[in-house]
């Protein structure tokens, strides 16, 4: 057991505060001989880097990762994975010096402030310590390494919907999430959307949003009755992203309303003989084991706390106050939870890839 | 590492099939010298069991339980724990002997049959074996353990919405879902509701649903980070139900909407200096941690997928086909998910409990 | 985190005390597929029953193991396992009705009556309770089902020491284990251990003893740095053991006497150029990792406690006093727990066995 | 499940190789509010610290332990632990650089090259990579961090057999340990240890030993039946230190020597009232429970298997060849052992504290 773990087979533990002097994790069990450079990493840091628009938050991390363990020159000159762990460290640079005084000993509303004091009795309240979203590069560079693992399977993820304002689902072009600071796959919507978080960001407020992720190529049989199942894991690995509320799988909540008929996703064979769904309600996944469909999972995100609005509150000392929460932050957190939910997943998919392995063989 | 266990501190692993001799299971870790007799946990198997209305499948399975091992007279005469492993069993009754040709061969679209044939190469497919709802009765007999060490702890759950249909939560009387067949606490819908659910059952269909679990009592401090979160285990909780479909805590998915400034539940003193939330958007966790307000827990349970209307379908040989599934079942099995969501959310809260007594002690 | 679960893929978690209506244990992980009788479970657990020879206990229980899930016919009607948790249970018989008024509040030296009672403040004291080592009975049905994973390994264990008298290593006949009520290997010193212990026991004493188990067949490359070795999981399997002070591997405690030299077990190449040792001294164990070498393990049983002679001791008022333990007893628990170390034995290798696939796959 | 990862509610997860850039773990689970400076853990680092004296490899490691995670000032300017995640690293320095030509590609007898390179396929040979004992300094590190949390509980540990040379235990005054450079506590045997040792130096060979780790003020009641036993879990942690070929818990071996009176540990009351043992065979644990008597642990290290003499091998190219290990070694690795085996210990103890206190609470 572990506070601070996910995973079995393929582990992830991270550690570090947003303003200490690094954060980082170690990767337990990554098969070997894998091909991994601290470029491969990089890249998906890269994508989830503060900075990157005005629709997130101003502080400059570069996010440079070091492979600290569990790498080695092969015989090709190549450098992969041992099967030993694999520490990578990410320093932080951007720990802007200022005056913690307020949020030292004020718990600032929708925050962890309250709770970490309630539990430990002490926090680094730099900048949310533990609890704050600095953490997930590590998820993402964790997710990286197990992307590698994962032959065949592909990994897409957008902002579906910000606010109340939701995508048209007929003109998704996962294509073009790139293009757009909101990783939206709708082209239509990221002019209406840009406008809309300029008016919150201005107005000093937040808001907050849902994420679609999605993997393609996943094979069947991934996930064990009954409480190591596939959409349990997604589940537990969304809701522990920072501000995560909600975790839907498929058709999620939406399958309340649903009869049998509609919900059930019937099979037929395509012409090579090979089981074909004709819809998928389910999300990829049935009695907790992947069906080789694509694995659907979507989540929503609160809105940022740190906000430019007044709130009431208490302070350590049990006085009534009220909070403003200045300096850089991010109006949509849910944007830069996209590569982290993609992360999140790859490190749920390798996890049961190599479960699944171990218990059911080559031909299980 | 165990696929089919739950809980780390206070943990339940669970073992058994539909129709074979008996369904069990173990929890592990529970705190000596607690009374504990096998008629409180037939309390709330009572509760689960089928049969209790014409919502519910005809199945007759008294679901009594037994206790094995781990209790104990003590000084004064009474059965309590003693800190060994718990031994529930309950016996299968009601397998009624049925000709299992069909879908011994063949994958009822919705269930795991497809999958677990995919995953294992074998499956016991008398009433979906491991993947049966009724593995969920041992849940309920673990969480009717861990009811008993979370003093001052109170639970209540529902039906919230049946298909499209959702409770008026200005009406909600929470004393009232033992009076109506489907733990329903807004007592008007409840007439509405069961035209409603007769009229799916007699059409041979099935509905989802959303349940809620409510508890309150929780003190401030359960949970951790960053991959021990409260709201995490509580979501893989749930989703590890059958059927379920998706998980919210708090707001949930509504959550995305919301602005900085109405998401914060702001902070203030009552009258003896205690902090009081002025909301609960956050469902009563925040960073991961209970703040000590109610921990609100939604989720949709989709729609049985055993129904009357033809479904097409292939068989394990690989040829095209349709199923029908005949026999009993649940029209809407969202009904029974009510008391298995509040054993869960009972097993999540006495985990943590242990787990945060264990790290920070008494005064912790 | 279990307290009363051992292993990871392959997990076996056990509950039940020795005086209540049964014991029995769960095994999760197990691979689907695998034909499983109880009938060959019962084989091991016939080795281990007591009553088999006047040196051993005169309880009278015929551990009859019922196999409650986890199996199922599969297409040519042979019973195979499922995937899915394995339930094993054994009916507690022979329960001696008695008078426990002494036991109930008199700590017997050298059993866990003291322990038990510091650490919950309650315990079964019939019998020993959950201390006693009737449970040892689940660890060999678990390790029936290991035996039958492990294709190709076959195991062989006997006691090579009683009291002072050990085993001629030159005249060892591993296929005479079974010919003598000690398992002993070592079939000239046979008559002379029968009269030595039959001195003991007269006495109304005990003694200890040393218990040798060999697996051969191991592949190599099982085992894992650095806390997931294959010697530190079998050191832990063997000291779970009831009464066992002591674990060695290959030389053991003889190892601190060696010069490197001598201890290097040299590697050539056989006719068909694969690697020999030259020698064993590692027990077959390289760095926590298996070199295919057979796996050597030795383990010391101390004498029993429960003895005729009386001993000092204090009951649970505080009052000083002494206790004579009357009734049935093995004069040398360490006979029995020759079957009970190959079964640990077995567990572990069969948990390795799946973590290496996991991990490094079929080619790995 | 992890394969770098030790202990439950306070974990040790280590990571890196002998001439990476750098060694380091994470300690989860630790307690918040505890005095913690990087200075301390490093008094115990310089303890194990390589090039002391003639006796061990002369690498020169500063060793020095960065802290990078889970320590905040307190409100009175104190450094303490925040219970979140506490990162440690140490750099390596004198990774000398040499030609690893030969070693690259030969297996060294003795060393885990064989077996790291069936299993993975692949290894960093560089000093022996992962399975280098430089790892162990991790374990120290950890180890300092758990002293903290065990409050009242005292250490000692030394060096009482050195081949065939046993300490007299009439003569152990453990004050004297950090007097020599053995870790000797029988003063009266060090200068014939000096030359002995001197002897097997010079002659570039090496030897095995024995060392002895006590724990005393352990409260009665850790540990837990029936695969949580204290003695079960130190069996675990010390077989998992390098080169540690047997374990032995009070008596160990010898228990098979001893009839049931003469290990049956009685017990008495003191003047005070309180439970003292006449003796302490069983080493501070029954039934896998401490017992409140000091936890006496031995364990025997095997001698170093980097030695002058050339001994037969094979390449990894499959062709017979012999090998002569150059370069710095440990004459005698059992010297440096000692303080690995008093943190792996302290490890132990604050694990199954925290365990305790979880499930059996502050009254337990």
Same mark, same amino acid.
């Given at each position: 057991?572990?506070?601070?773990?996910?995973?079995?087979?393929?582990?992830?533990?991270?550690?570090?505060?947003?303003?200490?002097?690094?954060?980082?994790?170690?990767?337990?069990?990554?098969?070997?001989?894998?091909?991994?450079?601290?470029?491969?990493?990089?890249?998906?840091?890269?994508?989830?880097?503060?900075?990157?628009?005005?629709?997130?938050?101003?502080?400059?991390?570069?996010?440079?990762?070091?492979?600290?363990?569990?790498?080695?020159?092969?015989?090709?000159?190549?450098?992969?994975?041992?099967?030993?762990?694999?520490?990578?460290?990410?320093?932080?640079?951007?720990?802007?010096?200022?005056?913690?005084?307020?949020?030292?000993?004020?718990?600032?509303?929708?925050?962890?402030?309250?709770?970490?004091?309630? /539990?430990?009795?002490?926090?680094?309240?730099?900048?949310? *310590?533990?609890?704050?979203?600095?953490?997930?590069?590590?998820?993402?560079?964790?997710?990286?390494?197990?992307?590698?693992?994962?032959?065949?399977?592909?990994? /897409?993820?957008?902002?579906?919907?910000?606010?109340?304002?939701?995508?048209?689902?007929?003109?998704?072009?996962?294509?073009?999430?790139?293009?757009?600071?909101?990783?939206?796959?709708?082209?239509?919507?990221?002019?209406?959307?840009?406008?809309?978080?300029?008016?919150?960001?201005?107005? *000093?407020?937040?808001?907050?949003?849902?994420?679609?992720?999605?993997?393609?190529?996943?094979?069947?049989?991934? &996930?064990?009755?009954?409480?190591? /199942?596939?959409?349990?894991?997604?589940?537990?690995?969304?809701?522990?992203?920072?501000?995560? /509320?909600?975790?839907?799988?498929?058709?999620?909540?939406?399958?309340?309303?649903?009869?049998?008929?509609?919900?059930?996703?019937?099979?037929?064979?395509?012409?090579?003989?090979?089981?074909?769904?004709?819809?998928?309600?389910?999300?990829?996944?049935?009695?907790?084991?992947?069906?080789?469909?694509?694995?659907?999972?979507?989540?929503?995100?609160?809105?940022?706390?740190?906000?430019?609005?007044?709130?009431?509150?208490?302070?350590?000392?049990?006085?009534?106050?009220?909070?403003?929460?200045?300096?850089?932050?991010?109006?949509?957190?849910?944007?830069?939870?996209?590569?982290?939910?993609?992360?999140?997943?790859?490190?749920?998919?390798?996890?049961?890839?190599?479960?699944?392995?171990?218990?059911?063989?080559?031909? &299980?």
């Amino acid at each position: 057991m572990s506070h601070n773990s996910f995973g079995h087979l393929f582990r992830l533990t991270t550690w570090g505060e947003s303003h200490g002097p690094a954060i980082g994790g170690v990767v337990d069990g990554c098969p070997p001989g894998i091909p991994l450079e601290a470029s491969e990493i990089q890249t998906y840091l890269d994508k989830r880097k503060p900075g990157q628009s005005r629709f997130t938050t101003q502080r400059k991390e570069p996010d440079t990762v070091e492979i600290l363990s569990g790498v080695f020159q092969d015989q090709s000159g190549r450098q992969v994975t041992t099967g030993t762990p694999i520490s990578l460290m990410i320093r932080n640079v951007d720990q802007r010096s200022k005056d913690y005084g307020e949020i030292a000993r004020t718990f600032r509303p929708g925050h962890a402030d309250f709770t970490y004091q309630q /539990k430990y009795g002490i926090r680094d309240y730099r900048g949310g *310590g533990r609890s704050s979203a600095r953490e997930t590069a590590v998820r993402v560079a964790g997710g990286a390494v197990a992307r590698k693992i994962l032959d065949g399977v592909t990994f /897409k993820g957008g902002l579906v919907q910000i606010g109340p304002h939701k995508i048209n689902r007929d003109r998704i072009d996962w294509g073009t999430v790139d293009d757009n600071p909101f990783f939206c796959p709708d082209p239509s919507v990221v002019d209406f959307w840009s406008t809309y978080l300029d008016g919150i960001r201005k107005d *000093g407020s937040s808001i907050g949003a849902v994420v679609e992720v999605i993997a393609e190529g996943v094979p069947a049989g991934l &996930g064990a009755p009954l409480y190591g /199942k596939l959409d349990q894991d997604l589940a537990s690995a969304m809701m522990s992203i920072n501000a995560v /509320k909600a975790v839907e799988i498929g058709d999620g909540m939406m399958a309340a309303t649903l009869t049998g008929e509609e919900n059930a996703d019937e099979i037929r064979l395509d012409r090579d003989g090979q089981p074909v769904f004709l819809s998928n309600h389910a999300g990829g996944i049935l009695g907790g084991i992947s069906t080789g469909q694509p694995i659907v999972c979507r989540f929503a995100v609160k809105p940022t706390s740190s906000i430019l609005k007044p709130r009431l509150t208490i302070d350590a000392d049990g006085n009534e106050t009220e909070i403003v929460t200045k300096g850089r932050h991010d109006p949509c957190v849910g944007i830069r939870a996209v590569p982290i939910g993609e992360a999140m997943m790859a490190i749920v998919l390798a996890d049961h890839l190599l479960r699944h392995r171990g218990q059911c063989g080559p031909g &299980g």
